[in-house]
């Protein structure tokens, strides 16, 4: 089945600059990738996603790329803001078997000021 | 407003007495599911309805029921729960339907504690 890999587990960065977090994925079947931010004492949200039929997707602070021959796919996050600060969590998933999301394990990102 | 009702919130119990968390959207998602959120492992699937009546196994079922018998309502059912099962959980819903993947609406999470 689909394994979903995420790094770093926690990242620290300046007020200002730039955040970026990775995800590796096992099932070359999948081809939905979205990203979840989940603040403190907060449910998940949407942020982000991407299909395989594109590379790269930009939305104002934030992008999401693809590699589908590597099994990647990166969040951007520039100009880094004290609410960037959350977990953000990267998910897969497959048309065929649009039941099942796997989530990775989480990137708690702290913005420092 | 859209949304998908957790209850409740908080919750304190002891080994074996059985628990109900209800979830409830109001969005008319077919697609509906349980996750839980455990330090260092992310959000695991414990199970899924794809609609009425319809239901299926996750990634880490043992120790859980469901039932689907309206389509707003989802409830998880521990019959005897253990310590292993504190976590935080949080219910999802979402459209489904052409084979499309679609934005998961989370609940608001139940912070469960089985001493």
């Known amino acids: 089945g689909e394994n979903v890999e995420q790094h770093p587990s926690t990242l620290s960065v300046q007020e200002g600059d730039s955040a970026v977090i990775k995800c590796t994925y096992s099932d070359s079947a999948s081809n939905y990738f979205p990203w979840y931010k989940q603040e403190l004492g907060k449910r998940p949200q949407l942020i982000i996603d991407i299909r395989s039929n594109v590379g790269e997707k930009k939305d104002q602070r934030i992008a999401v790329t693809l590699n589908k021959t590597a099994k990647h796919f990166s969040l951007h996050i520039t100009e880094t803001q004290p609410e960037d600060s959350a977990v953000y969590f990267c998910a897969a998933s497959s048309y065929s078997s649009a039941s099942k999301i796997i989530f990775g394990s989480g990137t708690r990102l702290s913005i420092r000021p | 407003e859209a949304q998908v009702t957790q209850n409740p919130r908080y919750l304190i119990t002891v080994t074996g007495k059985k628990l109900t968390v209800t979830c409830s959207q109001n969005?008319?998602?077919?697609?509906m599911s349980w996750y839980r959120q455990d330090p260092g492992l992310g959000l695991r699937q414990i199970y899924y309805s794809m609609n009425v009546e319809v239901t299926d196994k996750g990634d880490v079922p043992e120790g859980y029921k469901v039932s689907r018998k309206e389509k707003r309502n989802f409830p998880l059912i521990l019959e005897s729960p253990s310590p292993n099962q504190t976590s935080l959980y949080f219910c999802?819903?979402?459209?489904?339907?052409?084979?499309?993947?679609?934005?998961?609406?989370f609940g608001s999470g139940t912070q469960l504690s089985v001493l």
């Open positions: 969005m008319n998602h077919e697609y």
């Open positions: 999802a819903s979402r459209r489904a339907g052409g084979g499309t993947n679609e934005k998961l609406f």
